[in-house]
C-alpha cells in the first residue's frame, strides 16, 4: 500500500512539474538584435544615443561604438522593432543607415561624424 502511495505521489509531482515547464516555456521571448550605422562624433554623442535607447520600452541592452560608429540594440520584437528604434534615434538627432535622405533631423554633432574622441565643446547634440 505504502509503494502505491508513493508512486501515485510520484507521479502527481512529475505532472505538475511537466505541466509548470510548458507553462514557463510558453512565455519566454526571444530577444532580437538590431545593428545600425549612426551618425555620431563623440563621447557625448555615443553616451546620448546609449542612454535614450536603454530608457526605451522592449530595449535589453543598448551599446553605441564610437569608433565603429554602430550601435548594437538588443530587444524584445513583442515590445518594440526596427522602426521605432531608427526613430528613437533620429528622435535624439542622430541619422541612421536607415534614414531617408529627406528626413529633417533637427541636432546633429557639429562634427557630422568625422571627428574622433571628444567634440562635446563643438557638440549640438544636446540642443534643441
Known amino acids: 500500500m505504502k509503494t502505491i502511495k508513493y508512486l501515485a505521489t510520484s ?3 512529475l505532472f505538475f512539474m511537466a505541466g509548470m515547464m510548458h507553462v514557463y516555456a510558453g512565455t519566454t521571448t526571444k ?3 538590431l545593428k545600425m550605422k549612426v551618425e555620431m562624433g563623440c563621447a557625448k554623442c555615443q553616451a546620448k544615443i546609449q542612454s535614450g535607447l536603454s530608457k526605451t520600452d522592449g530595449v535589453e541592452k543598448a ?3 564610437l569608433e565603429t ?5 538588443t530587444y524584445n520584437p513583442e515590445k518594440t522593432n526596427k522602426d521605432k528604434l531608427v526613430k528613437v534615434v533620429e528622435g535624439l538627432g542622430y541619422r541612421t543607415e536607415f534614414t531617408s535622405k529627406d528626413a529633417k533631423i533637427g541636432r546633429e554633432c557639429s562634427d557630422k561624424g ?3 574622441g ?3 565643446k563643438k557638440c549640438t547634440g544636446d540642443k534643441k
Not at 69 to 73: C, E, G, L, R, S
Open 69 to 73: 560608429k554602430t550601435v548594437t540594440i
Open 118 to 120: 571628444d567634440c562635446s
Open 114 to 116: 568625422e571627428m574622433k
Open 11 to 13: 507521479m502527481l509531482m
Open 31 to 33: 530577444s532580437e538584435t
Open 63 to 65: 551599446v553605441a561604438d
